[in-house]
Protein backbone atom coordinates (compact mmCIF):
# COMPACT_ATOMS: atom_id res chain seq x y z
CA UNK A 1 0.00 0.00 0.00
CA UNK A 2 2.82 2.29 1.00
CA UNK A 3 4.57 1.79 -2.33
CA UNK A 4 1.36 2.44 -4.43
CA UNK A 5 0.57 5.53 -2.33
CA UNK A 6 4.15 6.59 -3.27
CA UNK A 7 3.59 6.00 -7.15
CA UNK A 8 0.38 8.04 -6.93
CA UNK A 9 1.84 11.35 -4.98
CA UNK A 10 5.09 11.19 -7.69
CA UNK A 11 1.80 11.65 -10.24
CA UNK A 12 0.21 14.75 -7.76
CA UNK A 13 1.36 18.09 -7.77
CA UNK A 14 3.70 18.41 -4.54
CA UNK A 15 0.14 20.20 -2.46
CA UNK A 16 -2.41 17.83 -2.82
CA UNK A 17 0.84 14.88 -2.90
CA UNK A 18 0.81 15.91 1.16
CA UNK A 19 -2.35 15.62 2.07
CA UNK A 20 -3.42 12.66 -0.46
CA UNK A 21 -3.50 8.89 1.21
CA UNK A 22 -4.37 5.53 0.00
CA UNK A 23 -7.35 4.55 2.05
CA UNK A 24 -8.10 1.60 -0.15
CA UNK A 25 -6.81 -1.07 -2.69
CA UNK A 26 -9.57 -3.26 -4.23
CA UNK A 27 -9.11 -5.02 -7.67
CA UNK A 28 -8.54 -2.61 -9.83
CA UNK A 29 -9.95 0.64 -8.17
CA UNK A 30 -8.21 2.54 -6.08
CA UNK A 31 -9.42 5.07 -3.57
CA UNK A 32 -7.55 8.45 -2.22
CA UNK A 33 -8.48 9.62 1.04
CA UNK A 34 -8.23 13.97 1.47
CA UNK A 35 -9.07 16.06 4.45
CA UNK A 36 -11.53 18.73 2.67
CA UNK A 37 -13.56 18.86 -0.32
CA UNK A 38 -11.06 21.36 -2.06
CA UNK A 39 -8.54 19.14 -2.22
CA UNK A 40 -11.23 16.03 -3.57
CA UNK A 41 -12.66 18.08 -6.20
CA UNK A 42 -8.85 18.76 -7.89
CA UNK A 43 -8.16 14.61 -7.11
CA UNK A 44 -11.47 14.45 -9.28
CA UNK A 45 -10.30 16.62 -12.07
CA UNK A 46 -6.66 14.48 -11.73
CA UNK A 47 -7.89 11.21 -11.90
CA UNK A 48 -7.62 10.42 -15.30
CA UNK A 49 -4.08 11.90 -15.69
CA UNK A 50 -2.96 9.53 -12.50
CA UNK A 51 -4.29 6.51 -13.72
CA UNK A 52 -2.74 6.82 -16.78
CA UNK A 53 0.86 7.38 -15.25
CA UNK A 54 -0.15 4.64 -12.91
CA UNK A 55 -0.78 2.22 -15.75
CA UNK A 56 2.91 3.55 -17.29
CA UNK A 57 4.54 2.54 -13.96
CA UNK A 58 3.07 -0.94 -13.86
CA UNK A 59 0.25 -0.97 -11.91
CA UNK A 60 -3.38 -2.79 -12.76
CA UNK A 61 -5.32 0.54 -12.19
CA UNK A 62 -8.49 1.30 -13.74
CA UNK A 63 -10.40 3.49 -11.78
CA UNK A 64 -9.47 6.07 -8.77
CA UNK A 65 -12.39 6.65 -5.94
CA UNK A 66 -12.07 9.95 -4.03
CA UNK A 67 -12.85 10.36 -0.16
CA UNK A 68 -13.14 13.05 2.14
CA UNK A 69 -11.82 12.57 5.63
CA UNK A 70 -11.88 15.56 7.81
CA UNK A 71 -9.46 14.72 10.66
CA UNK A 72 -6.65 12.74 7.75
CA UNK A 73 -4.14 15.60 8.64
CA UNK A 74 -4.28 14.79 12.26
CA UNK A 75 -4.07 11.15 11.88
CA UNK A 76 -0.64 11.28 10.62
CA UNK A 77 2.29 9.40 12.15
CA UNK A 78 3.97 10.89 14.98
CA UNK A 79 7.49 10.93 15.73
CA UNK A 80 8.80 10.61 18.94
CA UNK A 81 11.02 13.29 20.07
CA UNK A 82 14.91 12.71 21.22
CA UNK A 83 15.12 12.33 25.00
CA UNK A 84 17.08 15.48 26.56
CA UNK A 85 18.10 13.74 29.84
CA UNK A 86 21.15 16.19 31.84
CA UNK A 87 22.69 13.75 34.12
CA UNK A 88 22.33 14.73 37.61
CA UNK A 89 25.23 16.35 39.68
CA UNK A 90 26.67 15.43 43.25
CA UNK A 91 24.99 18.43 44.60
CA UNK A 92 21.42 17.37 43.13
CA UNK A 93 22.06 13.81 44.07
CA UNK A 94 22.68 14.43 47.52
CA UNK A 95 19.59 16.81 47.77
CA UNK A 96 17.24 14.29 46.49
CA UNK A 97 19.05 11.83 49.27
CA UNK A 98 18.15 14.47 51.77
CA UNK A 99 14.30 14.51 50.42
CA UNK A 100 14.58 10.74 50.87
CA UNK A 101 15.63 10.75 53.66
CA UNK A 102 12.51 12.97 55.33
CA UNK A 103 9.50 10.83 53.38
CA UNK A 104 7.19 8.82 54.65
CA UNK A 105 7.52 5.03 53.28
CA UNK A 106 5.59 4.93 49.89
CA UNK A 107 5.33 5.04 46.18
CA UNK A 108 6.76 8.83 46.23
CA UNK A 109 10.10 7.77 48.45
CA UNK A 110 10.21 4.44 46.20
CA UNK A 111 10.34 6.36 43.21
CA UNK A 112 12.93 9.22 44.73
CA UNK A 113 14.99 6.11 45.63
CA UNK A 114 15.45 4.41 42.49
CA UNK A 115 16.72 8.06 41.22
CA UNK A 116 19.13 8.14 43.64
CA UNK A 117 19.97 4.39 42.86
CA UNK A 118 19.80 5.26 38.63
CA UNK A 119 22.07 8.31 39.02
CA UNK A 120 25.00 7.09 41.32
CA UNK A 121 24.88 4.13 39.00
CA UNK A 122 24.13 1.68 40.88
Known sequence: ??????AV???MPNALASVCR???????RITL????AAYASRLRQLAP??????KQSGWNVSEIGVR???GLLQAGTKTPRAKEALPLDEGAIQAFEALHQSLRPGPLSEAVARLVKRHRGG
Open 1 to 6: MLSIED
Open 9 to 11: RQA
Open 49 to 54: RIVDLL
Open 33 to 36: AVPS
Open 22 to 28: VARIDRQ
Open 68 to 70: VQA
